[in-house]
């Protein structure tokens, strides 16, 4: 069950320019640079004040957030974004297919979950920009990478950077739910459905797995074991869990994230 008033804490994940700001079972992720700020997702919208709530307590600024990022348009990753963006005048950015879904506030026709009917609105976000597979978003020398990775949604993206610290630097990965989630009569493989829907999970599997990674984050903390490794963190017995000391790719935590 998802308590928007339980916090996953203003805590750091393990790398101070990236905090995790979320609700515990929903992550928004700000991405900290000396010319600006990144938010991925903005959870459900009773998140918002939350949200905000940490972003004061970090010491930055929600009017300081240049953009906000979708992984994938449903009400629990995309609820918050309309406010968010509003309140910090930023831009909002996902895949093609995302940004069209959050121009209409609902997942389309062909979402697996669609058929869950009105429950799954949100606020509609009119200036979603569609960003190509590929595509990067600047905040000032800050580069955001997206990756479509279609399959739980037809709009899935999983975004990735580089976060430097002194002349330390690592590969961020926050990836989008590689999952298959479903209303009642949605079919991913059955005679008669369209074609590309395994095809659409195997290419997603694919994109995430390659990807350069020493910290991985994922949509829903839960998934990528974010509160165990506070735990070990917090209780002294690793210097930082959230760095991987020799995956060097996301498919050596991909289990973690799906």
């Not at 950077?161 to 690592?170: A, F, I, L, P, T």
Request: aromatic fraction near 6%; charge should be neutral; glycine fraction near 10%.
């Amino acid at each position: 069950m998802l308590d928007p008033e339980r916090d996953s804490g203003s805590r750091l994940n393990g790398f101070r320019s990236v905090p995790e700001l979320g609700t515990a079972g929903l992550s928004a992720v700000l991405v900290v640079s000396k010319d600006g700020l990144v938010l991925l997702d903005g959870a459900l919208p009773q998140s918002v004040l939350r949200i905000e709530a940490n972003i004061r307590a970090l010491g930055f600024r929600v009017e300081d957030i240049r953009w906000v990022l979708n992984s994938h348009a449903h009400f629990d990753h995309a609820g918050g974004i309309a406010a968010l963006a509003r309140d910090a005048g930023a831009r909002v950015g996902a895949s093609l297919e995302g940004a069209k879904a959050l121009r209409a506030g609902a997942p389309p026709r062909e979402d697996p979950q669609a058929g869950f009917g009105k429950t799954m609105r949100f606020a509609k976000v009119a200036r979603a920009e569609g960003l190509n597979d590929g595509a990067q978003v600047r905040a000032g020398e800050l580069v955001i990478t997206a990756h479509h990775t279609p399959g739980h949604t037809p709009g899935g993206t999983t975004w990735t950077w580089r976060s430097c610290e002194g002349e330390r630097c690592v590969d961020v990965v926050y990836a989008d739910r590689l999952n298959p989630v479903s209303a009642p009569g949605f079919h991913f493989s059955r005679r008669g459905t369209p074609p590309g829907r395994i095809e659409q999970f195997q290419k997603g599997i694919a994109t995430v797995s390659a990807l350069p990674c020493d910290v991985i984050l994922s949509v829903h903390p839960d998934f990528s074991e974010t509160f165990e490794k506070l735990a070990r963190r917090e209780s002294g017995l690793e210097a930082n869990p959230f760095i991987a000391a020799l995956v060097g790719r996301a498919s050596a935590t991909l289990e973690e994230a799906t």
